[in-house]
């Protein structure tokens, strides 16, 4: 059989693949530490499946609009009102299999056959392959270690070519856990009007921040940048409804018609129950989004500091997400391995702790840490860290 050239250019997703490893090793009876899910641990609140099952049991089980319940659309629109201050109307929204799915449709509906990204490195690992599968080429921006892995209006400024059809942003961020502040998104929007190209703005993490700060969306900042900006977002973070697979794109409406429209003919609808559990999430008290905040930031404090104390490991510290994304390029160095994947590898065989290596996010010399996960397990991990570092750099001095 002969596979599509664009399946066969795809590189397979290294959080899910590192997760499944994890776990086949966990089956056949091993102690491992998973620390690559980028999903939170705790259940979805119980009022959320109580919503859900209700619908079931009414009936609500058969085909929806194709671009989501009118209801569910109008939880949406009131969160934008409510959250940022932003005014959609029902055209305005496609609701779709998850924000992953709404990420794939954009790209679907927008791109022609080699049009430019923009993507800032260290970037999801599906940005990319999804550009390509859209036939559109991804141009990789790499933001500096020293910037908090946030890219400037110069350098992306440098990056736009003739070409270039949008740029993504990601705030807060899937690897780095980075921030872009008001005056940051400002800037970035101006260079967006000057070359007239689009915004993407990644917002799936947006209530999951920490210390003094506060989220922004790039289309808050004025009415030129709503036209221009498509917001991508969606329950399964915040509301750990991850498995529900529903997720949600804003913007111009002729963009929304066509993801609509695309989808009709691939995923029909998104799935009916789960959306009427994203209304019950959107429409109740909040309280339990702001408790698993809370849990986050305390875990990322007590980890952050116990990380940051291992030899040959540095780390920005997040702002956001749930992500820790150290530089462990000495350490690997230190203990004789070629490469950070080798090094991570190596990690799992023998200390049984599973991390994401950053190469799939475009960022060689760092690794992914998830701390959605109990703080007595990442203090074990981090532990199994330490010792896997000063083992194997003694046992390459001890060769010397």
């Given at each position: ?53 209700l619908s079931m049991k009414e009936g609500e ?257 997040p702002k956001g997400a749930f992500y820790l ?76």
């Open positions: 059989m002969q596979l599509s050239k664009r399946v066969q250019n795809i590189t397979p997703s290294s959080t899910l693949a590192i997760t499944a490893k994890a776990k086949a090793l966990k089956a056949a009876g091993h102690d491992v530490i998973g620390l690559g899910a980028g999903e939170p641990d705790f259940n979805t609140p119980e009022h959320i499946i109580e919503a859900a099952t089980t058969k085909y929806t609009p194709s671009g989501g319940l009118t209801t569910l659309k109008d939880a949406i629109i009131d969160k934008f009102k409510q959250d940022q201050q932003l005014t959609y109307i029902q055209e305005e929204i496609m609701v779709a299999s998850g924000a992953k799915h709404a990420l794939y449709t954009i790209f679907q509906a927008l791109l022609d056959e080699g049009d430019e990204v923009i993507v800032p490195a260290p970037y999801w690992v599906s940005y990319p392959e999804q550009i390509k599968l859209a036939g559109g080429e991804p141009i990789f921006l790499q933001a500096k270690e020293a910037d908090d892995f946030k890219i400037s209006k110069d350098a992306l400024s440098a990056a736009i070519t003739s070409k270039t059809k949008a740029f993504i942003v990601n705030s807060p961020s899937n690897p780095t856990g980075g921030l872009y502040t008001k005056e940051e998104l400002q800037a970035l929007g101006e260079v967006a009007t000057e070359h007239d190209v689009m915004i993407i703005s990644d917002e799936i993490y947006e209530k999951l921040i920490y210390g003094d700060v506060e989220h922004h969306s790039i289309a808050s900042l004025s009415d030129e940048l709503k036209k221009r900006t498509v917001i991508v977002n969606g329950v399964s973070k915040a509301y750990s409804m991850t498995g529900w697979r529903i997720g949600y794109a804003a913007g111009d409406k002729a963009l929304i018609k066509a993801m609509t429209d695309l989808a009709s003919h691939s995923t029909s609808n998104p799935t009916t129950p789960a959306q009427y559990g994203a209304i019950a999430a959107y429409q109740s008290d909040q309280a339990m989004v702001e408790e698993m905040r809370q849990a986050f930031e305390s875990r990322l404090e007590k980890a952050y500091e116990q990380l940051i104390q291992l030899p040959g490991v540095s780390c920005v510290k994304f150290p530089n462990v390029k000495e350490a690997a160095e230190a203990g004789g391995f070629a490469t950070v994947d080798e090094w991570a590898g190596a990690l799992l065989d023998e200390e049984k702790v599973a991390v994401v290596p950053g190469a799939g996010f475009g960022a060689p010399d760092n690794i992914r840490l998830s701390y959605a996960t109990s703080l007595s397990l990442l203090e074990e991990a981090l532990q199994r860290i330490g010792h896997f570092i000063k083992r194997t750099s003694a046992a390459r001095k001890g060769v010397q």
